[in-house]
């Protein structure tokens, strides 16, 4: 499994990819259906459409992040029928119910920059940078808490309590959604690309 180059500049388009040789039309639909990748651990990457291109450097020592909450994963990334508007939207990240009041710890160090009500869509919001890491700029939003247990400016370390899972904002249940945002532009990936899924 090798990655020189991968272009997402008009839709979708990949080159200079080869996966156990299989032809470059394996990828056709690629925003519509996940591919699973042999050889790869960060099958992810390859899931949306991204703006930017992927470095092998990005890919080799992810993930390591644990899990912000404990609770069930209630939707994952990617393109979903939104559970309000009942239309087919992207979903910019996941879904973790549990009940109100579970703890939301930080899945990384970082520096806390917003918390606060943001939006009457997103509710009770914490936004985290996470700093360079691998050669690219991340952070971290989690949004729809019930309240917060830090403030603006902090440094957090990895595990830290930040909140507490609520329903705030557009919301159907208590859950958390936590979104990953990449580069200057801030495109958004799979979290799972950052985060281990069995690490809490
Ligand atoms: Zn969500």
């Known amino acids: 499994m090798k990655i020189n180059r991968i272009n997402f500049n008009q839709g979708i388009s990949i080159s200079d990819i080869k996966i ?3 032809p470059q039309n394996r990828f ?40 912000p909450a404990h609770g069930r994963l209630s939707s994952a990334y990617g393109w979903r029928i939104h559970p ?5 939207k992207w979903h910019n990240g996941i879904d973790i119910a549990n009940n109100t009041g579970t703890e939301i710890k930080a899945p990384a160090a970082g520096h806390v920059y917003y918390v606060g009500y943001e939006n009457n869509y997103n509710g009770n ?45 557009n919301s159907t249940g208590p859950h958390l959604h936590v979104s990953i945002y990449e580069g200057k532009r801030g495109n958004d990936v799979n979290p799972f690309k950052y985060i281990d899924k069995s690490k809490y």
């Open 125 to 169: 919001t914490i936004r985290i940078d996470h700093g360079i890491v691998n050669g690219v700029k991340v952070e971290s939003v989690y949004i729809h808490l019930q309240g917060f247990n830090v403030s603006r400016g902090h440094d957090v370390k990895q595990g830290q309590v930040i909140g507490f899972m609520g329903s705030t904002g």
């Open 84 to 88: 309000i508007q009942k239309t087919r």
């Open 28 to 67: 056709a639909g690629l925003d519509e259906q996940p591919v699973q990748l042999t050889n790869i651990s960060k099958t992810d990457v390859l899931n949306t459409p991204s703006q930017k291109p992927v470095e092998n450097s990005a890919v080799s020592n992810f993930p390591n992040w644990i899990m």
């Open 20 to 22: 156990n040789d299989k």
